[in-house]
């Protein structure tokens, strides 16, 4: 996996060279790539609020997903602790 930073030293984005896609009902291994942007704080961290995946096909990129985080919501009691939301 390669991540990229910007130059405000937040992932601007992620490529792995080969993940399994579904192509006319057989595995194929293509490129596949993240973007992320618009870091906002939130609780004592800066997260992105907008990220885009999609796979890199002969043809271009392709979109599979496309996000903007509306809520955010962390349970810092437990051990392992992580992010949810929508």
Known sequence: ME??????????????????????G???????????????PVECMLIPFHGAVGRVTPKGERTC???????VTYDLTRRGAGPTGG
């Open 26 to 40: 057989e595995t194929v291994m293509m490129a596949w790539e993240g973007r992320f942007s618009d870091y906002r």
């Open 3 to 24: 991540i990229r930073f910007g130059e405000d030293g937040f992932i601007s984005g992620i490529r792995v060279d080969a993940r399994g896609a579904m192509v006319d």
């Open 65 to 71: 997903f496309l996000g903007t985080v509306s809520r």
